[in-house]
């Protein structure tokens, strides 16, 4: 089965840090791009963080940048995303999707996985 598992998601406080996990299975992993998306309680999805398949090309969306590594092992079939000194405006669901070209957009992904929220309380 194709799929899609994050995890690492919980509450915690502002100013703490997050790693979140994306697994995958059922394809090549490696061939594929990942990006990081997350939807707030009445707002739009939004870009979070990328990383692309060969090259390990990154990208970050501005409310994260500076703040945010993303990493990828391919052994493991697994993206991380580690989110530093978290704020409350950081309180999301936080989805990551696969394509094999990727790119800072959601419509560009065709491969989700089901989220993993995460509340930052001040």
């Known amino acids: 089965e194709v799929q899609l598992v994050e995890s690492g998601g919980g509450l915690v406080q502002a100013g703490e840090s997050l790693r979140l996990s994306c697994v995958g299975s059922?394809?090549?992993?490696?061939?594929?791009?990942i990006g990081w998306f997350r939807r707030a309680p009445g707002k739009v999805r939004e870009g979070v963080s990328g990383?692309?398949?060969?090259?390990?090309?990154?990208w970050y969306g501005n409310a994260v940048k500076g703040r945010s590594t993303i990493s990828r092992d391919n052994a493991k079939n697994t993206v991380y995303l580690q989110i530093d000194n978290l704020r409350p405006e950081d309180t999301a669901v936080y989805y990551c999707?696969?394509?094999?070209?990727?790119?800072?957009?959601?419509?560009?992904?065709?491969?989700w996985g089901q989220g993993t929220q995460v509340a930052v309380i001040s």
């Open positions: 059922g394809f090549i992993f490696g061939d594929y791009a």
């Open positions: 990383i692309g398949s060969s090259t390990g090309s990154q």
């Open positions: 999707a696969a394509d094999r070209y990727g790119g800072s957009r959601s419509t560009q992904y065709t491969l």
